[in-house]
């Protein structure tokens, strides 16, 4: 696996513009990470641990998976626990060093996922870590490990009113429209506004303020459109006071962008902060890793945020903005999730995107192998296969999706739709 930190030249490292070097260290990721998958902890089915031959077919051999079943385990049925990989080829990296199991692995890997491309993620670490694959395995690990730990599917699967019922103060930071997302920027990005000044650390616990962080994360997540990977974020830091500065709040916020979601930011607006801030300013910068500290730029004027954003899609509540929105939370409406209690659907659904994935797994093991195996097919043609196959993933996911999450404010405004997609209205 490569050792040595590689920068990503401009216009590539992402899906569709890898570099030959930039693929090699993608097939190095994915052949790590069923490494671990298959583990003496595995739950994946024996006949998708061989690389299947030139004349397999990679969809017989998941329907295979699908029907010789012996165990229950979350991708449906597994087999005994196969043989362990060679670890000498890895990092020595161990599941054990992360308290995770393969199927916590398993797990983490495929909810992290949802409706994106598959390399999409991998490539997120990768790029983080400059390419260095062992880096990159350990940075994912972590991770999943903090998402496991801290049940980051509870802001997905339950509602404002729940989590405001556990977290003290979740639902008034949507209420004060303390951060919210509306519209995208010139490249597409969602912008994130977040009001500075409605900030009080003491109106909500800690830990609410964290939940609310990445529920704010996971759902601008759905918001960020293919082919764009990032967000763009406003810190609109009028009327800021020394009263609303919250360090931990900081330092969780900048956890969050290096470690938890890399390369999801596309660029740090920091607006008409006073001078009060630049003190402030002076202990954050020190903890910002340069990539993060790189994206970000300062503002002085509202007509400066037009350089980023298009005035149509800029708020008229800044000077030079044309598009006539004011923020209004929507409460949840008390039968928007009674779809959930349709179980045999979901149930139904669940298993149909859980045997797509077990497709999409079986075509990368192939594509990983493909020019180390006499006889294999070409490496074009398991990629054509393998970038239809993710279409059907996102399609599959999305059946499902509001069987397991629960509708938020953005699907309640129709800008989230049950395909995916995010639809923006601009009132010029």
């Given at each position: 696996m490569a050792k040595t930190d590689i920068p990503t030249p401009p216009g590539t490292g992402l899906v569709g513009s890898l570099t030959p070097d930039q693929k090699e260290f993608l097939k190095q990721m994915w052949a790590e990470m069923f490494r671990l998958l298959d583990g003496n902890e595995s739950s994946a089915p024996a006949d998708l641990l061989a690389v299947p031959s030139a004349s397999a077919n990679a969809e017989t051999a998941s329907v295979k998976s699908k029907t010789s079943t012996t165990k229950k385990g979350w991708f449906g049925s597994k087999k005994e626990a196969a043989p362990a990989a060679d670890e000498s080829a890895s990092g020595a990296?161990?599941?054990?060093?992360?308290?995770?199991?393969?199927?916590?692995?398993?797990?983490?890997?495929?909810?992290?996922?949802l409706g994106d491309h598959p390399d999409s993620l991998m490539l997120r670490f990768l790029r983080a870590r400059k390419w260095n694959v062992t880096n990159g395995m350990n940075m994912i690990l972590k991770a999943f490990k903090w998402r496991t730990e801290d049940d980051i599917e509870e802001v997905k699967s339950k509602n404002e009113d729940e989590l405001d019922s556990k977290y003290r103060?979740?639902?008034?930071?949507?209420?004060?429209?303390?951060?919210?997302?509306?519209g995208t920027d010139k490249t597409g990005?969602?912008?994130?506004?977040?009001?500075?000044?409605?900030?009080?650390?003491?109106?909500?616990?800690?830990?609410?303020?964290?939940?609310?962080?990445?529920?704010?994360?996971?759902t601008g997540r759905l918001m960020i459109q293919p082919p764009v990977e990032t967000a763009c974020l406003v810190f609109d830091m009028t009327g800021f006071s020394l009263s609303n500065m919250d360090y931990n709040f900081v330092k969780f916020l900048v956890q969050c962008f290096e470690a938890y979601y890399p390369e999801s930011l596309g660029i740090l607006i920091i607006h008409k902060a006073p001078m009060v801030f630049w003190g402030v300013w002076k202990i954050i910068?020190?903890?910002?890793?340069?990539?993060?500290?790189?994206?970000?730029?300062?503002?002085?004027?509202?007509?400066?945020?037009?350089?980023?954003?298009?005035?149509?899609?800029?708020?008229?509540?800044?000077?030079?903005?044309?598009?006539?929105?004011?923020?209004?939370?929507?409460?949840?409406?008390?039968?928007?999730?009674?779809?959930?209690?349709?179980?045999?659907?979901?149930?139904?659904?669940?298993?149909?995107?859980?045997?797509?994935?077990?497709?999409?797994?079986?075509?990368?093991?192939e594509w990983v192998a493909c020019k180390k195996t006499e006889g294999a097919r070409s490496?074009?043609?398991?990629?054509?296969?393998?970038?239809?196959?993710?279409?059907?993933?996102?399609?599959?996911?999305?059946?499902?999706?509001?069987?397991?999450?629960?509708?938020?404010?953005?699907?309640?405004?129709?800008?989230?739709?049950?395909?995916?997609?995010?639809?923006?209205?601009?009132?010029?």
């Open positions: 990296i161990a599941l054990s060093e992360y308290s995770l199991t393969s199927e916590q692995l398993r797990a983490a890997l495929w909810n992290n996922i103060g979740f639902k008034l930071q949507m209420e004060m429209g303390k951060s919210y997302v509306h990005r969602p912008v994130v506004y977040i009001n500075v000044r409605l900030h009080k650390p003491s109106d909500q616990d800690p830990k609410a303020l964290e939940k609310f962080t990445v529920y704010v994360m996971e910068e020190p903890w910002l890793d340069p990539v993060v500290a790189s994206k970000i730029r300062f503002t002085r004027s509202d007509k400066e945020l037009t350089d980023t954003i298009d005035a149509d899609h800029l708020p008229n509540k800044y000077e030079g903005g044309k598009d006539q929105y004011t923020y209004e939370y929507i409460p949840p409406n008390p039968t928007e999730n009674d779809i959930k209690k349709d179980t045999a659907t979901r149930d139904r659904l669940m298993e149909e995107w859980r045997a797509t994935l077990w497709k999409f797994e079986a075509l990368t093991r490496e074009e043609v398991i990629e054509a296969e393998r970038l239809a196959l993710t279409k059907e993933l996102r399609a599959a996911y999305y059946k499902v999706d509001p069987y397991i999450r629960a509708r938020n404010m953005y699907h309640r405004a129709n800008v989230l739709q049950t395909d995916g997609s995010a639809t923006w209205t601009y009132k010029n």
